[in-house]
């Protein structure tokens, strides 16, 4: 158990929706980031947030956004679905001033687009 | 940001002891060697993290030679329940403004009876 939630657990969209995705951190850490992992792939990284605000992004376009909330909760917005955006998305989170190697990751969320 | 190599699977037995070896021979000098763990349809879950030498914790040993132009992660005695996706990932300890974990494809680790 690492103390990282994410919700749904499954979700399946149509082309061109829109869909959020929730995580939630344990208390204290500030740091959360967001990955994308296809199938067969490792994780890559879509962005992280500190303290509310977006300090760094992948190679990922504006449609993928994100939300960080002062309660240790976040959000992963992504916009205008391509089918290409099936995958399990993960969460991860560290709190200030820990080894930046070891995050603490949530169980993902899979999403389906048709 | 040092490159790593892994061997794509291995296949062991329940008892064995498992080595799986990593390359990054563009490691830094002030970067650290990281593994993670990933079983199906969860997240990766951080294992170990070492510098030099060996460095040894309840689920694994690290052993990184002088040169840590590479490394080995071992698993005594694997269990079925060891089966998992292993990465190895290279960076520095604290966050100089690289913001991302880099992970590879990971090894693919299969545990039969």
Known sequence: ETGVTQSPTHLIKTRGQQVTLRCSSQSGHN??????????????????????????RGNFPPRFSGLQFPNYSSELNVNALELDDSALYLCASRPDRSSYNEQFFGPGTRLTVL | LAKTTQPISMDSYEGQEVNITCSHNNIATNDY????????????RFIIQGYKTKVTNEVASLFIPADRKSSTLSLPRVSLSDTAVYYCLVGPLMDTGRRALTFGSGTRLQVQP
Do not use: D
């Open chain 1, 31 to 56: 740091t959360v980031s967001w990955y994308q992992q296809a199938l067969g792939q490792g994780p890559q990284f879509i962005f992280q947030y500190y303290r509310e605000e977006e300090n760094g």
């Open chain 2, 33 to 44: 060697i990281t593994w993670y763990q990933q079983f199906p349809s969860q997240g990766p």
